[in-house]
């Protein structure tokens, strides 16, 4: 069965220092996400990602935040200079084209950045 | 602003009795509503959904019901097992944007 597929799994960082989570999500989905839960929160929006550009992003995902698909299977998502509230589970997940289907997301298990 | 809310953070059951997971939403733009399970350490997983245009969905023990004056979603789990102990998470949908509530963990005692 497909799966998205993250890594890595947990990377712990220094604060200041540049990150870059990858997915792979599932072959013929066209909507991108990324999503994060900090520990005992809810699950957060930060973007999605359709025909090569954003096409939408919350607040939390400012200007530290980029996201890209740098060909045709990886979508990964940069965090320039973490903090310590980065520290976070971010979940990658795709969906086919919303039309008129169930609009499931398929998430990825996560990958845990720990800030020190 | 909390567009999705699950008021309950946990719930525990007994094995073999009704698990009733509720949620409130706010948004009338919502067009479609899931339910997600979550086990530690993996990603949400999809368990049910319903459109906005419905207001039952029943697939095997867990039925979904949808009351769009109240705007209020409820998830039936019948007969919960043990195996359903996990985080549930309700989502409702407009455009490509997901909004997640916090969850509530669900404990299903033996």
């Known amino acids: 069965e497909p799966e998205v597929t993250q890594t890595p799994s947990h990377q712990v960082t220094q604060m200041g220092q540049e990150v870059i989570l990858r997915c792979v999500p599932i072959?013929?989905?066209?909507?991108f996400y990324w999503y994060r839960q900090i520990l005992g929160q809810k699950v957060e929006f930060l973007v999605s990602?359709?025909?090569?550009?954003?096409?939408?992003k919350s607040e939390i995902f400012d200007d530290q935040f980029s996201v890209e698909r740098p060909d045709g299977s990886n979508f990964t998502l940069k965090i320039r200079s973490t903090k310590l509230e980065d520290s976070a589970m971010y979940f990658c997940?795709?969906?086919?084209?919303?039309?008129?289907?169930?609009?499931?997301?398929?998430f990825g298990e996560g990958s845990r950045l720990t800030v020190l | 602003d909390q567009q999705v809310k699950q008021n309950s953070p946990s719930l525990s059951v007994q094995e073999g009795r009704i698990s009733i997971l509720n949620c409130d939403y706010t948004?009338?733009?919502?067009?479609?509503f899931l339910w997600y399970k979550k086990y530690p350490a993996e990603g949400p997983t999809f368990l049910i959904s319903?459109?906005?245009?419905?207001d039952k969905n029943e697939d095997g023990r867990f039925t979904v019901f949808l009351n769009k004056s109240a705007k209020h979603l409820s998830l039936h789990i019948v007969p919960s097992q043990p195996g359903d102990s996990a985080v549930y998470f309700c989502?409702?949908?407009?455009?490509?944007?997901?909004?997640f509530g916090t969850g509530t963990s669900l404990t299903v005692i033996p």
């Open positions: 997940a795709s969906s086919e084209d919303r039309g008129w289907n169930t609009g499931e997301l398929f």
């Open positions: 072959s013929n989905h066209l909507y």
């Open positions: 990602f359709y025909n090569n550009e954003i096409s939408e």
């Open positions: 948004n009338s733009m919502f067009d479609y």
């Open positions: 319903i459109s906005s245009i419905k």
């Open positions: 989502a409702a949908v407009t455009g490509n944007q997901f909004y």
